[in-house]
């Protein structure tokens, strides 16, 4: 258990709403990291931290930003929601001093957009 | 970017049956990560691998670093009814810095049939 809750689990929204979903971790780790995932994509990094207020972009950040305020907290939202953002969202720390600093993740917050 | 191709895509098997999967690169990597994920579940890491013709054991669950550092296979000895679900690859390049440089497979779903 890596210590990250995921909120919501579920949520259903319509075009055009902003949605923001929250990681929140227990275990003070640096580096955080949004991925989606979907039918015949595998997982696809959107965003990840470095540390609080340091974020940068991954393979498909169009349509979402990111926001660390604090170590234990990364929100990713989405400003204006469509329906090719429903999708299964995953938040992922990166442990480091346990091999080597891989990645472990979050239970997934499951989106739709009507 | 980075292309990781994992087969086979499905696999139903007999309980008690040994599976393998594997995946290839069009590049070299220089780690290897075998996840597993159950329904409604974030992935779960199974086996990590760092060096090339590293051979690693986990229980009944056994991964091999290629040679060439562009593939990785994972196998399963006498398979059980908890061993369902959906296994990925996933490879480290040499890219390196925070965004982690970890490229996903599309998943290996196993199915296992009484």
């Known amino acids: 258990d890596a210590g990250i809750t995921q909120s919501p689990r579920h949520k259903v929204t319509e075009t055009g709403t902003p949605v923001t979903l929250r990681c929140h971790q227990t275990e003070n780790h640096r580096y955080m990291y949004w991925y989606r995932q979907d039918p015949g994509h595998g997982l696809r990094l959107i965003h990840y931290s470095y540390g609080v207020k340091d974020t940068d972009k991954g393979e498909v950040s169009d349509g979402y930003s990111v926001s660390r305020s604090k170590t234990e907290d990364f929100l990713l939202t989405l400003e204006s929601a469509t329906s090719s953002q429903t999708s299964v969202y995953f938040c992922a720390i990166k442990a480091l001093g346990q091999n080597t600093g891989e990645l472990f993740f979050g239970e997934g917050s499951r989106l739709t957009v009507l | 970017g980075q292309q990781l191709n994992q087969s086979p895509q499905s696999m139903f098997i007999q309980e008690g049956e040994d599976v393998s999967m594997n995946c290839t690169s069009s590049?070299?990597?220089?780690?290897w990560l075998w996840y597993k994920q159950d329904p409604g579940e974030g992935p779960v890491l199974l086996i990590a691998l760092y060096k090339a013709g590293e051979l690693t054991s986990n229980g009944r669950l056994t991964a091999q670093f290629g040679i060439t550092r562009k593939d990785s296979f994972l196998n399963i000895s006498a398979s059980i009814p908890s061993d369902v679900g959906i296994y990925f690859c996933?490879?480290?390049?040499?890219?390196?810095?925070?965004?982690?440089?970890?490229?996903f497979g599309k998943g290996t779903h196993l199915i296992i049939q009484p």
């Open positions: 590049s070299i990597f220089n780690t």
């Open positions: 996933a490879g480290r390049g040499y890219s390196g810095g925070g965004a982690d440089g970890l490229t």
